[in-house]
Protein backbone atom coordinates (compact mmCIF):
# COMPACT_ATOMS: atom_id res chain seq x y z
CA UNK A 1 0.00 0.00 0.00
CA UNK A 2 2.95 2.35 0.92
CA UNK A 3 4.22 1.47 -2.28
CA UNK A 4 1.38 2.96 -4.41
CA UNK A 5 1.20 5.92 -2.20
CA UNK A 6 4.60 6.52 -2.96
CA UNK A 7 3.67 5.54 -7.01
CA UNK A 8 0.89 8.19 -6.55
CA UNK A 9 2.94 11.14 -5.17
CA UNK A 10 5.62 11.05 -7.42
CA UNK A 11 3.25 10.97 -10.36
CA UNK A 12 1.21 14.29 -8.72
CA UNK A 13 5.00 16.06 -8.29
CA UNK A 14 5.62 15.39 -12.08
CA UNK A 15 2.14 16.76 -13.31
CA UNK A 16 2.02 19.88 -10.75
CA UNK A 17 5.76 20.45 -12.70
CA UNK A 18 4.73 20.36 -15.74
CA UNK A 19 1.41 22.49 -15.27
CA UNK A 20 4.44 25.12 -13.51
CA UNK A 21 5.74 25.25 -16.77
CA UNK A 22 3.02 25.86 -19.45
CA UNK A 23 2.71 29.65 -20.19
CA UNK A 24 -0.27 31.85 -18.51
CA UNK A 25 -3.02 32.75 -20.59
CA UNK A 26 -3.89 36.35 -21.13
CA UNK A 27 -7.17 37.53 -21.27
CA UNK A 28 -8.34 40.98 -23.22
CA UNK A 29 -11.45 42.13 -22.89
CA UNK A 30 -13.50 43.24 -25.92
CA UNK A 31 -14.30 46.67 -25.85
CA UNK A 32 -17.69 47.35 -26.47
CA UNK A 33 -17.66 51.47 -26.91
CA UNK A 34 -15.17 53.61 -25.64
CA UNK A 35 -16.53 56.20 -23.81
CA UNK A 36 -15.11 60.03 -24.31
CA UNK A 37 -13.24 62.03 -22.31
CA UNK A 38 -15.58 64.99 -21.03
CA UNK A 39 -18.59 61.91 -20.76
CA UNK A 40 -20.90 63.06 -17.58
CA UNK A 41 -20.48 60.87 -15.02
CA UNK A 42 -23.67 61.07 -13.30
CA UNK A 43 -25.26 60.57 -16.95
CA UNK A 44 -28.59 58.44 -17.11
CA UNK A 45 -30.44 57.61 -20.36
CA UNK A 46 -34.07 59.16 -20.83
CA UNK A 47 -34.85 56.41 -23.65
CA UNK A 48 -37.82 54.45 -22.45
CA UNK A 49 -37.95 51.29 -24.43
CA UNK A 50 -41.12 51.00 -26.87
CA UNK A 51 -44.46 50.09 -25.20
CA UNK A 52 -46.69 47.90 -27.07
CA UNK A 53 -49.56 48.29 -26.04
CA UNK A 54 -52.26 48.97 -28.58
CA UNK A 55 -54.55 52.60 -28.15
CA UNK A 56 -56.24 51.78 -31.65
CA UNK A 57 -56.24 50.81 -35.11
CA UNK A 58 -56.10 51.98 -38.40
CA UNK A 59 -58.72 51.81 -41.19
CA UNK A 60 -59.43 51.73 -44.67
CA UNK A 61 -63.17 53.94 -44.78
CA UNK A 62 -66.17 51.89 -45.70
CA UNK A 63 -66.82 53.17 -49.45
CA UNK A 64 -70.64 54.46 -49.43
CA UNK A 65 -71.03 51.51 -51.84
CA UNK A 66 -70.54 48.85 -49.48
CA UNK A 67 -72.53 50.54 -47.19
CA UNK A 68 -75.59 50.56 -49.39
CA UNK A 69 -74.85 47.27 -50.41
CA UNK A 70 -75.04 45.71 -46.46
CA UNK A 71 -78.31 47.74 -45.85
CA UNK A 72 -79.54 46.44 -49.20
CA UNK A 73 -79.04 42.91 -48.25
CA UNK A 74 -79.71 42.58 -44.26
CA UNK A 75 -82.85 44.78 -45.72
CA UNK A 76 -84.09 41.69 -47.79
CA UNK A 77 -83.16 38.82 -44.97
CA UNK A 78 -85.68 41.18 -42.64
CA UNK A 79 -88.23 41.41 -45.28
CA UNK A 80 -87.92 37.39 -45.38
CA UNK A 81 -88.69 37.42 -41.72
CA UNK A 82 -91.28 40.21 -41.82
CA UNK A 83 -93.09 37.90 -44.56
CA UNK A 84 -93.18 34.90 -41.78
CA UNK A 85 -94.91 37.09 -39.68
CA UNK A 86 -97.05 37.72 -42.09
CA UNK A 87 -98.49 34.92 -43.14
CA UNK A 88 -98.91 34.53 -39.25
CA UNK A 89 -101.67 37.01 -39.31
CA UNK A 90 -105.02 36.54 -40.24
CA UNK A 91 -106.66 37.17 -43.31
CA UNK A 92 -108.83 40.50 -42.09
CA UNK A 93 -105.79 41.58 -40.69
CA UNK A 94 -103.73 40.89 -43.63
CA UNK A 95 -106.31 43.06 -45.50
CA UNK A 96 -105.06 45.26 -43.01
CA UNK A 97 -101.61 45.70 -43.25
CA UNK A 98 -102.55 45.68 -47.00
CA UNK A 99 -104.72 48.07 -46.98
CA UNK A 100 -101.94 50.08 -44.89
CA UNK A 101 -99.06 49.77 -46.70
CA UNK A 102 -100.67 50.69 -50.34
CA UNK A 103 -102.82 53.12 -48.68
CA UNK A 104 -106.53 51.87 -49.66
CA UNK A 105 -109.73 51.89 -47.69
CA UNK A 106 -110.88 48.59 -46.08
CA UNK A 107 -114.06 46.68 -47.52
CA UNK A 108 -114.73 46.41 -43.85
CA UNK A 109 -113.95 48.19 -40.46
CA UNK A 110 -111.63 46.77 -38.44
CA UNK A 111 -111.85 45.90 -34.90
CA UNK A 112 -109.67 46.99 -31.94
CA UNK A 113 -108.67 44.13 -30.95
CA UNK A 114 -107.57 43.16 -34.65
CA UNK A 115 -105.80 46.79 -34.98
CA UNK A 116 -104.18 45.48 -31.52
CA UNK A 117 -103.07 42.60 -33.02
CA UNK A 118 -101.69 44.49 -36.07
CA UNK A 119 -100.00 46.95 -33.78
CA UNK A 120 -98.02 43.83 -32.08
CA UNK A 121 -97.27 42.79 -35.59
CA UNK A 122 -95.28 46.11 -35.95
CA UNK A 123 -93.70 46.03 -32.89
CA UNK A 124 -92.49 42.67 -33.20
CA UNK A 125 -90.39 43.11 -36.19
CA UNK A 126 -89.18 45.97 -35.16
CA UNK A 127 -87.64 43.95 -32.68
CA UNK A 128 -86.75 41.70 -34.44
CA UNK A 129 -84.54 44.22 -36.52
CA UNK A 130 -83.33 45.55 -32.93
CA UNK A 131 -82.21 42.47 -31.96
CA UNK A 132 -80.98 41.11 -35.45
CA UNK A 133 -78.56 44.42 -35.89
CA UNK A 134 -77.89 44.73 -32.06
CA UNK A 135 -76.23 41.32 -31.35
CA UNK A 136 -74.39 40.79 -34.23
CA UNK A 137 -73.05 44.59 -33.95
CA UNK A 138 -72.02 44.20 -30.59
CA UNK A 139 -69.73 41.23 -30.10
CA UNK A 140 -66.73 39.65 -32.31
CA UNK A 141 -64.45 36.91 -32.08
CA UNK A 142 -61.07 38.78 -32.46
CA UNK A 143 -62.75 41.89 -30.26
CA UNK A 144 -62.20 44.58 -32.97
CA UNK A 145 -65.73 44.93 -34.01
CA UNK A 146 -69.13 43.10 -35.34
CA UNK A 147 -70.93 43.12 -38.22
CA UNK A 148 -73.84 42.19 -39.42
CA UNK A 149 -74.76 39.22 -42.58
CA UNK A 150 -74.60 42.22 -45.12
CA UNK A 151 -71.74 43.79 -43.74
CA UNK A 152 -70.14 40.67 -43.07
CA UNK A 153 -70.34 39.75 -47.07
CA UNK A 154 -69.31 43.24 -48.00
CA UNK A 155 -66.29 43.44 -45.91
CA UNK A 156 -66.89 45.81 -43.55
CA UNK A 157 -68.02 46.12 -39.63
CA UNK A 158 -69.14 48.78 -36.98
CA UNK A 159 -66.05 49.77 -34.13
CA UNK A 160 -66.21 51.90 -31.11
CA UNK A 161 -64.39 55.26 -31.86
CA UNK A 162 -64.65 57.91 -29.33
CA UNK A 163 -61.77 59.16 -31.13
CA UNK A 164 -61.58 59.15 -34.83
CA UNK A 165 -58.59 61.34 -37.15
CA UNK A 166 -59.10 61.02 -40.88
CA UNK A 167 -56.14 61.04 -42.59
CA UNK A 168 -56.99 62.26 -46.40
CA UNK A 169 -54.19 61.16 -48.53
CA UNK A 170 -54.62 57.84 -47.96
CA UNK A 171 -58.08 57.90 -47.20
CA UNK A 172 -58.03 56.06 -43.87
CA UNK A 173 -59.24 56.69 -39.96
CA UNK A 174 -56.85 56.00 -36.87
CA UNK A 175 -60.24 54.98 -34.56
CA UNK A 176 -59.87 54.64 -30.65
CA UNK A 177 -60.18 52.61 -29.32
CA UNK A 178 -61.02 50.11 -32.47
CA UNK A 179 -63.27 47.42 -30.78
CA UNK A 180 -66.39 45.97 -29.92
CA UNK A 181 -69.52 48.88 -29.33
CA UNK A 182 -70.58 46.03 -26.90
CA UNK A 183 -74.52 45.70 -26.54
CA UNK A 184 -75.96 49.04 -25.40
CA UNK A 185 -74.29 50.72 -27.24
CA UNK A 186 -75.09 48.40 -30.18
CA UNK A 187 -78.73 48.76 -29.07
CA UNK A 188 -78.25 52.42 -29.10
CA UNK A 189 -77.17 52.90 -32.74
CA UNK A 190 -80.02 50.51 -33.90
CA UNK A 191 -82.77 52.87 -32.70
CA UNK A 192 -80.97 55.71 -33.11
CA UNK A 193 -80.70 54.56 -37.08
CA UNK A 194 -84.10 53.44 -37.26
CA UNK A 195 -85.50 57.46 -36.02
CA UNK A 196 -83.17 58.95 -38.32
CA UNK A 197 -83.91 57.21 -41.31
CA UNK A 198 -87.64 57.02 -40.90
CA UNK A 199 -88.61 60.08 -39.28
CA UNK A 200 -85.79 62.16 -40.59
CA UNK A 201 -84.34 60.20 -43.59
CA UNK A 202 -82.43 62.78 -44.97
CA UNK A 203 -79.61 62.89 -41.78
CA UNK A 204 -79.01 59.98 -43.28
CA UNK A 205 -77.07 60.98 -46.04
CA UNK A 206 -74.62 63.41 -43.37
CA UNK A 207 -72.64 60.04 -43.77
CA UNK A 208 -71.60 62.00 -47.42
CA UNK A 209 -70.32 65.21 -46.00
CA UNK A 210 -68.77 63.92 -42.77
CA UNK A 211 -64.64 63.22 -43.15
CA UNK A 212 -64.49 59.92 -41.68
CA UNK A 213 -68.09 59.32 -43.37
CA UNK A 214 -69.99 58.90 -40.10
CA UNK A 215 -73.93 58.96 -40.15
CA UNK A 216 -75.45 61.18 -37.54
CA UNK A 217 -76.28 58.00 -35.89
CA UNK A 218 -72.37 56.96 -35.94
CA UNK A 219 -71.53 60.12 -34.33
CA UNK A 220 -73.81 60.30 -31.86
CA UNK A 221 -73.28 56.84 -30.38
CA UNK A 222 -69.47 57.11 -30.63
CA UNK A 223 -69.05 54.43 -34.05
CA UNK A 224 -68.16 54.08 -37.30
CA UNK A 225 -68.22 51.58 -40.06
CA UNK A 226 -65.09 50.64 -41.36
CA UNK A 227 -63.28 48.11 -43.73
CA UNK A 228 -62.75 44.20 -41.95
CA UNK A 229 -58.76 44.35 -42.24
CA UNK A 230 -56.81 47.04 -40.08
CA UNK A 231 -53.29 48.08 -38.54
CA UNK A 232 -52.82 48.12 -34.75
CA UNK A 233 -51.68 51.57 -33.59
CA UNK A 234 -49.72 51.67 -30.74
CA UNK A 235 -48.64 53.71 -27.59
CA UNK A 236 -45.41 55.81 -27.98
CA UNK A 237 -46.02 55.47 -32.02
Known amino acids: MDKYREEWGCWWKQYVNYLSTLPSPTYQPQILFRVPVNFPSNFTSSVSPASNTVIGYKYKMASIKRRIAAEIIDFQILMFVKYILF ?7 QAFVKAFLLD ?30 SVLLSYSRDGKGGATIGKRLMGIKVVKGTSVSHIPTTNTVIVK ?13 TAFKDLTTTVFFPVFFTMLHSRSGQSFYDITTGTIVVQKEGEPVYENS
Not at 87 to 93: N, V, Y
Open 87 to 93: TMLGAEQ
Open 104 to 133: EDLESEISMDELIDFLSYLFLYWAIVLIYE
Open 177 to 189: PGTDIGFWRAVSR
